[in-house]
């Protein structure tokens, strides 16, 4: 017992000088002790799982037990040295054991929290690589450690919630650090071939029959000297004219095209003379076109991103659309965007793998589906007059594709593609005419085209670094301005980039884009 008690009096000195004057206190130097929670030298930390028990075996026989707060935990007596405490709610809490003397055999400072042994044995099984730790805090779980990838990290969070189950009043707190790189640059390269071919074929007539030319006879016979006359006669008078004469002709156009659009262009006339008189006339008028376009669209965006975050890319422009308008006229727009446009999300799963949602879009500026808006005047109940302005508003053609991927860095995939073809003809007759044999062509006109369109999306991830700017080029290095004389006698706008003739090295090569690829 001696021995005992200069074991507490020495453990009392030590902790009298760890814990400083904080630890006491009392007015006039009465000696009042104050032992904060844990702080005593019979200070034990213990975690108890949720209903779950620790058998604490004591060096002394104890005679008292006190909990702070018995709904957290509680405690079992089995025997004089050996108490069972068990957890019943989550939380803290603490315990202190006295013996028979009042003395202070231990201080239990308790926390009730979800046993995670099970959930790290299992982590440990299915995810070997993770370097994790499962801690419980007040109810929540939280996650530390690292992991290789994002993949693991996944795969860590997913088995501690079917750990957990259905239960969502419990939170978890992901405090995992991935070791893999976690910028991702992206280059998409867009390629679109066109063909339009077009033909025109129209015939149209015109004519202008007449007969009859009675009056002119008359007129004629009065004035060649040899009218028939008698001896009473002295004159002829004209007599009533009779003439008839009228005009044809046909007239069909190109409706998908809405004109001609050039080409061959010819014409014929006959005309049928009765003397030196115009009696009738017919002509014929002939267009022909054939026309071949071919239109190539080429753009490689380029855009850089971390693991998880998005970015977009435009290189076009913005056309304004009215969106309201108020009484006195005044219209409100809002700017629309059109061109390159690129939008992605990329998510690094490892070190060879990346998962990409990717939105490319390619569009412009269209005449065809256009909207076009009429003026208007319009009177209120007050005798107000708004005038409502027509307006015109552009169409988009638009190319777009939408995808979720998976690719190494520096992988390619055509992640989309697209190829149509469109006809159209129409022929413009005459009724009735059209349907005479041969001659039926000569009253018709045939409107033809034909677009055919392939459009290919390549995408390609590079997992990149930062680099010194020392190491990044841009189109503008090298560049500079001819001299005067060489603009004038030589025609030349820049000077040469490097020396003629000397090859580019691989060691002075420099990529167009300003990272470090790997």
Request: no cysteine; aromatic share 6%.
């Amino acid at each position: 017992m001696k021995a005992l008690l200069t074991a507490r009096t020495a453990a009392a000195i030590a902790l009298t000088v760890m814990i400083g004057p904080a630890a006491f206190a009392g007015p006039n130097g009465f000696g009042t002790q104050i032992t904060q929670p844990g702080e005593s030298a019979f200070s034990e930390r213990v975690v108890l799982g949720l209903n779950k028990s620790t058998i604490i075996d004591l060096g002394a026989p104890a005679a008292d037990v006190v909990i702070t707060n018995p709904e957290i935990a509680d405690a079992v007596v089995q025997t004089s040295q050996r108490i069972i405490f068990r957890g019943i709610k989550y939380g803290q809490t603490n315990a202190f054991v006295f013996d028979r003397h009042g003395n202070q055999l231990l201080n239990l400072e308790i926390n009730v929290e979800m046993d995670m042994a099970t959930i790290e044995a299992l982590i440990a099984r299915h995810v070997p690589g993770a370097r994790v730790k499962i801690e419980g805090l007040n109810g929540n779980v939280v996650i530390t450690g690292s992991t290789d990838s994002l993949s693991e990290a996944d795969a860590v969070q997913r088995l501690v919630e079917a750990y957990l189950g259905a239960d969502d009043n419990t939170k978890i707190v992901n405090m995992i650090d991935i070791a893999a790189k976690d910028q991702v640059l992206l280059e998409v390269r867009i390629v679109e071939m066109q063909r339009n071919a077009i033909k025109q074929l129209g015939i149209n007539l015109t004519g202008s029959p007449s007969f009859g030319d009675l009056g002119n006879l008359v007129e004629r016979q009065l004035y060649t000297g040899n009218p028939p006359v008698n001896a009473e006669t002295t004159a002829l008078l004209p007599g009533l004219p009779f003439d008839v004469s009228g005009k044809v002709g046909s007239s069909v156009g190109f409706p998908l095209q809405g004109r001609s659009l050039g080409g061959l262009s010819g014409s014929a006339t006959y005309s049928n003379y009765v003397g030196s008189d115009l009696q009738s006339s017919v002509g014929v008028e002939l267009n022909a076109l054939e026309r071949i376009g071919i239109v190539k669209t080429l753009a490689e965006p380029n855009i850089v991103a971390m693991s998880g975050e998005s970015a977009k890319f435009l290189a076009g422009g913005e056309f304004p659309v009215p969106v309201g308008q108020d009484q006195n006229g005044r219209i409100t727009v809002e700017f629309k965007p059109y061109g390159v446009g690129l939008g992605f999300t990329p998510v690094v799963l490892s070190e060879g793998r990346i998962s990409l949602k990717v939105s490319t879009e390619v569009s412009e500026l269209s005449s065809e589906g256009a909207f076009q808006g009429e003026s208007s005047t319009v009177v209120d109940n007050q005798g107000n007059t708004t005038t409502f302005e027509g307006v015109t508003l552009p169409a988009l053609s638009v190319r777009r594709a939408e995808s979720v991927i998976e690719l190494p860095s520096g992988g390619s995939m055509m992640m989309a593609g697209l190829i149509q073809s469109k006809s159209r003809q129409s022929l413009d007759q005459i009724p009735g005419l059209k349907k005479l044999p041969i001659l039926g062509a000569l009253f018709q006109s045939r409107d033809f085209i034909q677009e055919e369109t392939e459009l290919v999306v390549i995408v390609t991830p590079y997992l990149v670094d930062p680099t010194n700017k020392d190491q990044l080029r841009t189109p503008a290095d090298g560049y500079a301005n001819a001299s005067d004389a060489k603009t004038i006698f030589f025609g030349k706008l820049n000077e040469q980039y490097g020396r003629d003739g000397e090859p580019v090295s691989a060691s002075d090569y420099r990529a167009p884009v300003g990272f470090i690829e790997e």
